[in-house]
């Protein structure tokens, strides 16, 4: 059994690779699931689903401690800790629906998954030429949400202003881009604590985003000779070991 397993979730086989695709569409339908159903009231059969999806995520958590060569070491991760907010957001009906967007993490720590980016990187070109503009606007869209959601479940019940998803994001987005309309204002001093974040973090990540855009900092281009995939923009030779390479550019800088 925790050979399978090791070799699911760890080897270089079709098999696994398709297993861990399947992890992360998963994940994806969860968290298309969880915006979804945020706008309607959460009746039985919506409780049911997120019951099945926990039972889910506990089997994986439970199979990836199974596998880990240090025991000990797994319980300190930040993906771990992601992992058990996701269960207890989606098993214990005290955890609040407003707390449901912090399941996106799942995704993020997926997404840093070294197998799953070497196979992401092999089988799709478009993420291979644009890897860095995706992970940037997939920590932005993560960050986006978990803001959301905890805006929305410290507002919601003191802040009129705030009555469903849709304001709590339109107050994150407006926040986080410093546009700042006024129209919402956060209510005690969490509120105020979660809005500076907001503007502190989130205006780190778009401008981050923003740079891998339009003046990326590395370019990704394998040397023929020692096999570094990263460079700068403008190198005629490899860091690393001094081989000329040939990247291509429009002489721009």
Not at 24 to 45: E, G, N, Q, R, Y
Not at 148 to 154: F, N, S
């Amino acid at each position: 059994m925790i050979a399978n397993l090791k070799m699911l979730y760890e080897s270089d086989r079709a098999r696994a690779h398709l297993f861990r695709y399947a992890l992360l569409a998963f994940d994806l339908t969860t968290i298309a699931f969880v915006i979804i159903t945020s706008f309607f009231p959460h009746v039985l059969w919506i409780e049911i689903t997120d019951a099945l999806i926990g039972v889910v995520i506990v089997a994986d958590f439970v199979a990836r401690f199974a596998i880990s060569d240090r025991k000990w070491r797994f319980w300190t991760r930040v993906a771990t800790m992601a992992d058990i907010v996701a269960i207890i957001s989606f098993l214990a009906p005290i955890a609040g629906e407003g707390l449901g967007f912090l399941r996106i993490l799942r995704t993020l720590r997926l997404m840093h998954t070294y197998q799953l980016m070497a196979r992401l990187r092999r089988d799709f070109v478009f993420f291979r030429r644009h890897e860095e503009v995706v992970l940037a606007g997939i920590n932005l869209t993560v960050f986006l949400f978990v803001m959301t959601g905890l805006i929305y479940a410290t507002q919601v019940n003191i802040n009129p202003q705030i009555n469903n998803y849709a304001d709590a994001l339109y107050f994150t987005v407006t926040t986080l881009t410093t546009t700042g309309f006024g129209d919402i204002t956060p209510k005690g001093e969490w509120g105020r604590m979660l809005s500076v974040l907001i503007m502190i973090f989130g205006v780190t990540l778009f401008l981050r985003l923003a740079q891998v855009l339009f003046r990326p900092t590395k370019v990704r281009y394998a040397c023929q000779t020692c096999g570094l995939s990263l460079h700068d923009a403008d190198a005629i030779h490899c860091k690393h070991c001094g081989a000329v390479v040939h990247i291509d550019t429009e002489g721009l800088t």
